[in-house]
């Protein structure tokens, strides 16, 4: 798997359909996860192509968000973003806004920790250090279980990711805490280089 672009065409992409901070934040975010999950699953050599595929995983649904993945082709063609990422891209709507099926691992670990990321990064907000670098998997279990926190993170959505991947959801949920600290900081920091 290869990108058609650079990183910073992708960022910049990414902040031509996408003003609001909480969307930037959590496309730097599944960024950084799938960069760490490409290292950690053995494709360190796609690791570019996992993490900018994470990137722009929601290009579109900030201006479209009725038309979430249907309305990402045309602007990533726009782009310049190839065939293969675009696939990618829509293929983490599966079943939802999108029939594109996630078949490549990648696929299967976006589909997974789109929607975690989420939940794990709301009950970061509310913990005193607003920091995942203590968050354990108890924590993200106790949440998860109440369907009133974070109600618009699937909890469908995360169980089946971790079944396509043929994980237990524990296991999903410690490596993408794992994930998630380990661009913590560098997100952080993007976010105030950008003013966001």
Same mark, same amino acid.
């Given at each position: !798997?290869?990108?058609?672009?650079? =990183?910073? $065409?992708?960022?910049?992409?990414?902040?031509?359909? +996408?003003?609001?901070?909480?969307?930037?934040?959590?496309?730097?975010?599944?960024?950084?996860? *799938? =960069?760490? /999950?490409? +290292?950690?699953?053995? /494709?360190?050599?796609?690791?570019?192509?996992?993490?900018?595929?994470?990137?722009?995983?929601?290009?579109?649904?900030?201006?479209?968000?009725?038309?979430?993945?249907?309305?990402?082709?045309?602007?990533?063609?726009?782009?310049?973003?190839? $065939?293969? *990422?675009?696939?990618?891209?829509?293929?983490?709507?599966?079943?939802?806004?999108?029939? @594109?099926?996630? @078949?490549?691992? !990648?696929?299967?670990?976006?589909?997974?920790?789109?929607?975690?990321?989420?939940?794990?990064?709301?009950? %970061?907000?509310?913990?005193?250090?607003?920091?995942? *670098?203590? *968050?354990?998997?108890?924590?993200?279990? #106790?949440?998860? #279980?109440?369907?009133?926190? %974070?109600?618009?993170?699937?909890?469908?959505?995360? =169980?089946?990711?971790? &079944? +396509?991947?043929?994980? $237990?959801? +524990?296991?999903?949920?410690?490596?993408?805490?794992? %994930? !998630?600290?380990?661009? &913590?900081?560098? @997100?952080?920091?993007? !976010?105030?280089?950008?003013?966001?």
């Amino acid at each position: !798997m290869e990108s058609k672009v650079t =990183r910073e $065409e992708a960022f910049e992409l990414l902040k031509k359909y +996408n003003k609001e901070t909480f969307h930037i934040q959590h496309a730097l975010t599944v960024e950084g996860v *799938m =960069r760490w /999950y490409a +290292n950690g699953l053995g /494709y360190g050599d796609e690791a570019e192509y996992w993490a900018i595929t994470g990137l722009l995983h929601d290009i579109d649904f900030e201006l479209y968000p009725e038309e979430h993945c249907k309305k990402a082709p045309e602007l990533l063609r726009e782009g310049h973003v190839g $065939e293969d *990422m675009i696939h990618s891209v829509c293929s983490h709507g599966f079943g939802i806004c999108s029939d @594109v099926e996630p @078949v490549h691992e !990648m696929e299967k670990v976006l589909f997974a920790a789109d929607e975690l990321t989420g939940l794990i990064g709301a009950a %970061a907000l509310m913990r005193p250090s607003k920091s995942v *670098m203590d *968050m354990e998997v108890s924590s993200v279990k #106790k949440k998860f #279980k109440d369907k009133k926190f %974070a109600a618009g993170c699937s909890r469908d959505v995360i =169980r089946k990711g971790a &079944e +396509n991947l043929g994980w $237990e959801l +524990n296991e999903l949920f410690e490596k993408t805490i794992l %994930a !998630m600290r380990s661009c &913590e900081e560098s @997100v952080r920091c993007e !976010m105030e280089k950008y003013n966001l």
